[in-house]
């Protein structure tokens, strides 16, 4: 994919914990190692957000003001924290008070070994990461201060990753709070799993989700011109592999001109409105009578439209499901510059086939081709599902195969949770008459364990899923926003999962009752 231009602007604080008791000389020396460290960490090539090294700490003023300006520095999407000498913690109570950025406590030393023939007091007390960073924990743990907790050598390849699944994550974090989701239609009637409580959602997420009447669309739908389509046409044909099958070539070309009207639509919709991510309702696509002579609506669900706009980062959930719709757009930021996709995707069909055990992914259309295997092919075919049961446009592939892992928010009432599973995704038999996008993965440990946990957890059907997503960025996810975080790995066993569950109800019920 590439180094995305969304990371250019952001900034990582950097601050650096010491006293005055040992000295001036001593602070000097401490700012020097600092920006000697910053400056490897960014020419390092691993941590894609620019890490700016704001100073030594020395006192509890200092720390709040720089606190403080951390919350009111829109780039700043983060503070890390490492304490070179002894810092005193009480020091940092009134800035760690007032941050609102996220939190990453580096554990490290500047120096790599202890230099044994040389040592001697004067370096010690200069070196004393071992007893200022414990003692910086202690106040973060007393006064519940959610944060990343980084422990290796700073030149460490291992270290740097951490810090820059960290950093993409502030990302996440930091964009979800600008998402405004806009919802052409309602949910899907009497779907429980993509409903809930959208004034918590943003409360606790930062995720803005807005109805938009599809007649308004239908207004920006009239406005397209035959040129934008012909030349959104050519692009598609430069794009993909073009395939004309059973519908003919003349309705082939109708069809996907009018797919690529509808997302000309959309787009300029997202634009106008500011919004980064949307959801669609197949019952709900402009008037309903396709054969009335004022015909205005869309004559086809739109999802070429919603598989391209996902590949550029815009948010997606069919049906009206605004919580993965943002998820989507929450992953797509954190996978900026990762070599592998991310996609919308739904549990569709289980193959029991004996040693074959798995589950197909795919949707009736909406599946991005970040994920691709090769390049798709852009074919119409009939769907008979939905309030248009019309030859529709989509583009056609199959997943990469290898690990990754899918993500979801559920709201249960009292919290919302988010549920992570590691999935190994596998080459599928050929589908000759199975014309959409898909893929085929085995839930971990085992399909039984993995889609039990799923179920039992309270999963959706939707999901946002990445090859390189990996569980820690969704548990620094879950840890910078205070959410409830559930995990099915190749460690998950149904006795152990299920006491997990029963001990995290009884942690909120009774963190809700103490508030």
């Known amino acids: ?192 799993v993509t409903d809930g409580d959208r004034v918590e959602f943003e409360q606790r997420f930062g ?32 794009e993909y592999t073009i395939k004309i099958d059973e519908s003919g070539e003349e309705v082939y070309w109708e069809k996907v001109r009018n797919a690529a009207k509808a997302e000309l639509a959309i787009r300029a919709v997202l634009k106008d409105e500011g919004a980064t991510a949307f959801t669609t309702n197949f ?56 070599t592998n996709g991310v996609s919308f995707l739904e549990d569709y069909t289980l193959n029991f086939a004996e040693g074959q055990t798995s589950i197909l992914q795919s949707h009736m259309l909406e599946v991005t081709p970040l994920i691709a295997t090769n390049k798709p092919t852009l074919e119409v075919h009939f769907l008979g599902i939905g309030i248009r049961k019309q030859q529709t446009a989509r583009l056609v592939f199959t997943s990469k195969t290898g690990a990754g892992v899918k993500a979801t928010i559920v709201d249960l009432g009292n919290r919302f949770r988010i549920i992570t599973q590691q999935v190994e995704c596998i080459e ?3 589908m000759p008459k199975l014309p959409v996008a898909s893929a085929l993965w085995v839930p971990q440990p085992s399909f039984e364990i993995g ?3 799923w179920i039992l957890a309270g999963g959706t059907h939707h999901s946002a899923f990445g090859y390189d997503i990996t569980e820690e960025y969704w548990e620094d996810f879950a840890e910078m926003l205070g959410v409830e975080i559930l995990e099915i790995n190749k460690q998950t066993t149904i006795a152990n999962f299920q006491q997990n569950l029963r001990n995290n109800e009884v942690y909120y019920w009774m963190n809700k009752a103490l508030k």
């Open 451 to 453: 889609a039990g946990a």
């Open 1 to 192: 994919m590439g180094e995305d231009l969304m990371y250019e602007n952001l900034e990582l604080w950097w601050i650096t914990g010491a006293q005055l008791l040992y000295g001036g000389e001593t602070v000097k020396i401490v700012d020097g190692h600092s920006q000697e460290m910053v400056d490897g960490l960014n020419n390092s090539g691993i941590i894609p957000i620019k890490v700016v090294y704001k100073g030594t700490a020395n006192s509890s003023v200092e720390v709040e003001d720089i606190m403080k300006a951390a919350n009111n520095e829109k780039k700043c999407v983060g503070v890390i924290t490492w304490m070179h000498t002894f810092s005193p913690a009480k020091m940092w109570i009134k800035g760690l008070q007032a941050l609102q950025k996220p939190l990453l406590h580096l554990h490290t030393q500047y120096n790599a070994e202890i230099p044994w023939d040389t040592m001697d007091m004067d370096f010690m007390n200069l070196n004393q990461s071992a007893h200022g960073d414990i003692e910086f924990g202690h106040i973060c743990t007393r006064m519940r201060v959610a944060r990343k907790v980084v422990v290796g050598y700073w030149k460490s390849e291992e270290t740097q990753k951490q810090i820059a699944v960290w950093g993409r994550v502030c990302a996440g974090v930091a964009d979800a709070h600008d998402v405004r989701c806009l919802m052409f239609g309602m949910n899907m009637n009497n779907v429980a």
């Open 207 to 238: 995720y803005h989700v807005d109805y938009y009447p599809v007649s308004s669309l239908m207004d920006y739908f009239k406005k397209v011109t035959d040129a934008e389509v012909d030349a959104l046409v050519e692009i598609y044909k430069q």
């Open 283 to 338: 019952d709900d696509l402009g008037d309903a009578d396709i054969d009335d002579p004022n015909f205005c609506g869309f004559d086809q669900i739109p999802g070429l439209a919603s598989q391209r706009l996902m590949a550029e980062g815009i948010g997606f959930g069919a049906e009206g499901d605004w919580k993965t719709a943002c998820l989507y757009r929450t992953i797509w930021v954190m996978n900026q510059g990762n």
């Open 428 to 430: 599928p038999k050929p």
